[in-house]
């Protein structure tokens, strides 16, 4: 059967192509919550294929009991519109909105509510109640079931399913554990981590860290290059395409040469380029052996181009090792898009919170924490592998601190 044939026979009758693909949101929003220890449930309001707002389960973090993501996405919404009517709108939520929720719906006007599992305890669309289509209420709401119900419910059973494991584990009822003043989730702070990722360059190795660098590391004469804003905007823009995957590396470097000056060619810029790259940093081949020895998959997830790619596969060995190596230029996505570190988990078939991740780009920890991963700045200027070697210890990825 073909892919299309497929999909289609999955969407339930009533449901569209737009609200599949809100639902896939919804899905990795909830997936995310889950990761930090909330019941994953995610919500996304749109009109005309635009998201207006949504939001998963917060409950937990906010301390707010009506922290549904149903609320909170509606809550959203009528912020961005500057209006508490959402005429016209559709919200896709992974889970059947409870009593609360479903009254929310009624009372934002909604036009249609699209939902994956069922909910048998608590749902008001359908199985305790049907409030949406209840003839008294002043206003109603089309109800669509069971889009990508299968994934949504995976998503649910399998949350509970750990979180129920961790609970014996523990021996505890409670579902934290409260580390200094943050909340962490158990998840999070007794369970190994499935797979251990690295940026490349500043983690495990060592690149030149500015064009001054470069051109001592290639051998040339300091020369004079072009500085300011705008020069290093223009040089990012390129770096950025040719790590996308969109440059070749002539084309790169004859227009990087431009950036610099007129007494800069292309050629110039190759042997910089080229020279870029200073080797790995010690111990983490130490690092990551250990690693793989305990069972640990290990990973790396770089913005880079094709030259350094081959030139790092080929040449270090810890990077030819890794299990899993994902590059911006194969994907075609950049850190910190979203998109980049959501194709990590499909390729590697591992949820946000099964994984550990080290980058030395503050941006980039920052979006990877916000999907729910475990992620750490490393410090290029720093002892790496200790810095990493020791959270590895904390996850309980390796058994103890090693150094050496
Ligand atoms: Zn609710």
């Not at 008001?124 to 990508?148: M, Q, T, W």
């Not at 072009?226 to 590396?249: C, F, K, M, P």
């Not at 200790?386 to 103890?400: D, G, I, P």
């Amino acid at each position: 059967m073909s892919a299309l044939r497929w999909l289609r026979k999955r969407l339930p009758l009533g449901a569209t192509w737009t609200d599949a693909r809100m639902m896939r949101r919804a899905l990795r929003l909830a997936r995310s919550a889950a990761a930090s220890g909330e019941v994953p449930v995610g919500a996304v309001v749109y009109k005309d294929g635009v998201v207006l707002g949504e939001a998963a389960n917060d409950r937990e973090a906010s301390a707010d009991p009506t922290g549904h993501a149903e609320v909170v996405a509606i809550r959203r919404a009528g912020e961005r519109l500057g209006s508490w009517r959402l005429d016209g709108c559709t919200i896709a939520v992974t889970l059947e909105p409870c009593a609360m929720c479903a009254g929310a719906l009624v009372n934002s006007r909604m036009a249609r509510v699209v939902y994956g599992a069922d909910d048998p305890k608590a749902g008001a669309c359908r199985s305790l109640f049907a409030i949406p289509e209840d003839r008294r209420l002043n206003h109603r709401l089309k109800v669509v079931r069971h889009v990508l119900r299968v994934e949504c419910a995976a998503t649910l059973r399998s949350f509970f399913r750990r979180r129920r494991a961790e609970r014996s584990a523990l021996g505890t009822q409670g579902d934290r554990v409260i580390v200094g003043t943050q909340r962490r989730s158990v998840a999070t702070l007794t369970s190994p981590p499935r797979i251990v990722c690295f940026d490349l360059g500043g983690v495990l190795v060592r690149i030149c860290r500015d064009w001054s660098q470069g051109m001592a590391a290639a051998g040339l004469k300091p020369k004079r290059f072009a500085s300011g804003a705008s020069a290093d905007a223009a040089r990012l823009t390129l770096l950025e395409q040719y790590q996308r995957g969109a440059l070749t590396v002539s084309d790169f470097c004859s227009s990087f040469a431009v950036t610099l000056g007129s007494n800069w060619s292309g050629a110039d810029v190759l042997c910089v380029h080229r020279a870029w790259i200073m080797g790995e940093y010690p111990g983490v081949d130490r690092l990551v052996d250990d690693l793989q020895r305990s069972g640990v998959r290990t990973a790396c997830l770089s913005n880079t181009n094709d030259e350094h790619w081959r030139y790092m596969e080929r040449s270090l060995p810890t990077v030819a090792g890794l299990h899993l190596r994902l590059a911006s230029h194969q994907l075609r996505l950049h850190k910190p898009d979203r998109g980049i570190y959501e194709a990590f988990e499909s390729i590697s078939g591992c949820q946000s919170g099964e994984i550990l991740f080290f980058d030395d780009l503050e941006a980039n920890v920052a979006a990877a924490r916000s999907l729910g991963w475990d992620a750490h700045r490393v410090d290029p200027q720093s002892d790496t592998a200790a810095f990493m070697r020791a959270h590895a210890v904390r996850r309980r990825a390796l058994a103890e601190v090693r150094h050496g």
